[in-house]
């Protein structure tokens, strides 16, 4: 792509230094009570309505109306409800369909219905956004904008464009009026987290108040897009500097972005899961290797990684790159953290379960409850969480009990797993995932590819930590 193109602009580097200012201190008291009254009254009906279902008051109902019964468990009555409480309550639901063994089973076999894509709003509610976002009419933005969305999310669409000098583009547009509805949902959330956390010790156990707070500062760095944006440049100038030029994420041009609406370059490829597009390249599990090692590269090199590496968000392009998608969510490690993480996946590479207990323990800082805990037993607990990932073939294991394993051998130890590790391990199952439908006879976690990396970039991490007279 030319770097040259007058719409590529400036980037607000700036941002950096000043990161937007939480959702959760943008709203009154006025707006929190009125929001506060609103879930309240869509819990309350969905309360009610499990009642009614548990008595065979709605089985009674139905008689008279012509639609077929079907059972309200609690899990489908909180899900509708908060399908119509709105994008926060559907963004906190995708969360919780994906974090197994941190809520019951059944809530998040539930919530994955709101993992499918949400109707769209209305083009000219669309269209408005824009031109109020750059106060000129969008015929003089883009000389072509397509009205029907490529997706929809909870918080934004993506729509097909083209620049005034034919370059096509997409357009990440955020839905209208998010911010304050967010910030007062957040508020109530985080309200509601600590007095769970008061009166029940699963959830104290749990962090429901530290789930809560990772989730509004993460859902307030995704809800400005210019961050996005400087992600995306920041990935690019990792890999810009590399003579094989084989990884990249989309290109941003800064003249058509701002805090709600994103433009950038448009990718030309497939899926990485298309497995019959992927299985006509020579090598596809060479392939999705170079995926795996850009992203840990990211990762231990420079301290930042793609927080959500699903099949949507990785692609093989046209002209043999690989393309990442979507850094709204995207992790960033401290020197410490990132040595901690290397030593982390060493340790799994390694099966030295015994070392990865002492880190963990370290990281949480001892056990929630006070206990005193035996390293040689919580090792040995995760090497059964962890194990299947090491020591079982691709078709042997079991990807949905993963993480909920890990989630159970933490709580029993009133352990709080550090999130990086939780994260991270959550990227390398995606990438697992996407082996087994490749390359079957790979596993991500015993690859001496990445192994070898890591222990590359070990010694150059812990030199600069421990600073020039530390190196001869």
């Known amino acids: 792509m030319d770097t040259e193109n007058p719409f590529r602009g400036t980037a607000p580097i700036e941002l950096r230094a000043t990161p937007p200012q939480l959702l959760t201190e943008r709203v009154g008291v006025g707006r929190v009570l009125l929001r506060l009254l609103a879930t309240w009254w869509i819990l309350g009906l969905a ?74 709003e209305p083009f000219e509610r669309t269209r408005r956004t824009i031109e109020e976002m750059f106060d000129a009419p969008l015929a003089t933005l883009f000389d072509r904008f397509e009205e029907a969305p490529m997706a929809a999310a909870s918080i934004a669409q993506v729509h097909g464009a083209t620049l005034p000098d034919g370059t096509d583009v997409v357009v990440k547009v955020q839905r209208p009026n998010l911010p304050l509805r967010v910030g007062a949902d957040l508020r109530v959330m985080g309200a509601a987290a600590r007095f769970a956390e008061r009166v029940s010790h699963e959830a104290r156990l749990g962090n429901l108040s530290g789930i809560v707070g990772d989730f509004a500062e993460t859902l307030t760095q995704e809800m400005d897009f210019r961050l996005e944006g400087l992600n995306m440049d920041e990935f690019n100038a990792i890999f810009d500097s590399q003579p094989d030029k084989h990884v990249c994420a989309p290109r941003v041009y800064w003249e058509r972005t701002r805090t709600h609406a994103l433009t950038m370059e448009r990718f030309v490829g497939c899926r990485v899961d298309d497995v019959e597009r992927m299985k006509t390249l020579d090598d596809p599990e060479a392939e999705l290797v170079r995926g795996v090692l850009a992203w840990t590269e990211t990762l231990l090199r420079n301290g930042m990684f793609h927080g959500d590496v699903h099949a949507g968000n990785l692609m093989y392009l046209d002209d043999g790159r690989i393309g990442f998608l979507d850094f709204g969510i995207v992790g960033r490690f401290d020197q410490t953290t990132r040595e901690q993480s290397m030593e982390f996946l060493l340790c799994l590479a390694m099966s030295n379960y015994k070392r990865f207990a002492e880190i963990v323990i370290d990281m949480s800082k001892g056990s929630i409850d006070g206990r005193e805990l035996d390293v040689d037993e919580v090792a040995e607990d995760l090497r059964a969480a962890y194990g299947p990932l090491t020591n079982m073939t691709m078709a042997e294991i079991e990807y949905g009990e993963v993480l909920p394993n890990i989630q159970r051998t933490g709580m029993k130890h009133g352990l709080r797993f550090p999130k990086e590790f939780v994260l991270i391990t959550k990227q390398f199952l995606y990438f697992d995932r996407y082996a087994r439908l490749l390359a079957p006879n790979l596993n991500m976690f015993q690859d001496p590819r990445i192994a070898m990396q890591i222990m590359q970039l070990l010694p150059q991490l812990q030199a600069a930590q421990s600073g020039p007279s530390a190196t001869v």
Do not use: H, N
């Open 47 to 120: 309360f009610w309505a499990w009642v009614a279902d548990r008595l065979f008051i709605r089985r009674v109902f139905y008689l008279f109306v012509p639609r077929r019964y079907e059972p309200l468990p609690w899990t489908r009555a909180l899900r509708l409800a908060f399908e119509r409480l709105g994008p926060t309550y559907i963004k906190f639901g995708q969360v919780i369909a994906s974090s197994k063994g941190l809520f019951p089973e059944a809530l998040c076999e539930e919530m994955r219905a709101v993992l499918d894509d949400v109707p769209p």
